[in-house]
């Protein structure tokens, strides 16, 4: 059965700790691994990684996958009580049409 | 910029009462059309997709049904809600197969 787990389920941190979140996968034809961040209602992307190794940055935000172990980690920064959020990842997998299958998320809390 | 629509934002309906939940999606042409529902505890859902005005395709079956009428609009609906239906439905769309889901702000239905 295909699925993505993320872990930990919740997280509380202070301003100012970095955080590591992880996702890992099982799916068929996989294609690539997306981050999104869930605040009060629309996930807003992140990211998109394809391929393993390569890191991608945006601000205090980073990502990288490794298609060998099949997991991806998303680190913050510095955080900042902005930051807190449910973080969603979800694995882009399948043949044409190529649905896109979620873990439950990781909630992170910064307290000021 | 593409922007999407999804309204209303809260609903609160009896069981046994139809239901209509309307999308749309602005700013691009033939998008991929999804229906998510969010369950505390359970992730994004995937319920229905559609690459085309009159192709739904249904990921889980239930009491709910999906229309798209216009290129740009998609529709949940069922005939008689279930306690069950309650939840936050989201509305995503995406430029093409290999590209990231842009989602709507959600609604949070209650049945009753």
């Known amino acids: 059965e295909d699925k993505v787990v993320q872990s930990p389920l919740s997280l509380v941190v202070h301003e100012g700790d970095t955080v590591t979140l992880n996702c890992s996968y099982e799916?068929?034809?996989?294609?690539?691994l997306l981050w999104y961040k869930q605040e009060k209602k629309a996930p807003t992307f992140l990211f998109m990684l394809t391929s393993s190794g390569i890191e991608k940055k945006s601000g205090r935000l980073s990502s990288i996958l490794d298609k060998k172990e099949l997991f991806s980690i998303l680190n913050i920064t510095a955080t900042q009580t902005g930051d807190s959020a449910v973080y969603l990842c979800?694995?882009?997998?399948?043949?044409?049409?190529?649905?896109?299958?979620f873990g439950k998320g990781t909630k992170l809390s910064v307290k000021p | 910029s593409q922007t999407i629509h999804q309204w209303p934002a809260t609903l609160v309906q009896p069981v046994g009462s139809p239901l209509s939940l309307e999308c749309t999606v602005e700013g691009t042409s033939n998008p991929n059309l999804y229906w998510y529902r969010q369950a505390a505890g359970r992730g994004l859902q995937l319920l229905f997709y559609?690459?085309?005005?009159?192709?739904i395709s249904s990921e889980v079956p239930q009491n709910l049904s999906a229309s798209r009428p216009q290129d740009r609009q998609f529709i949940l609906s069922s005939k008689k809600l279930l306690l069950s239906d309650s939840g936050f439905y989201l509305c995503?769309?995406?430029?093409?197969?290999?590209?990231?889901?842009?989602f709507g702000n959600g609604t949070r239905l209650t049945v009753t």
């Open positions: 995503a769309w995406r430029a093409s197969t290999g590209s990231p889901l842009h």
């Open positions: 559609s690459v085309g005005i009159g192709q």
């Open positions: 979800a694995a882009h997998y399948g043949g044409s049409q190529g649905n896109l299958i």
């Open positions: 799916v068929t034809n996989f294609r690539s």
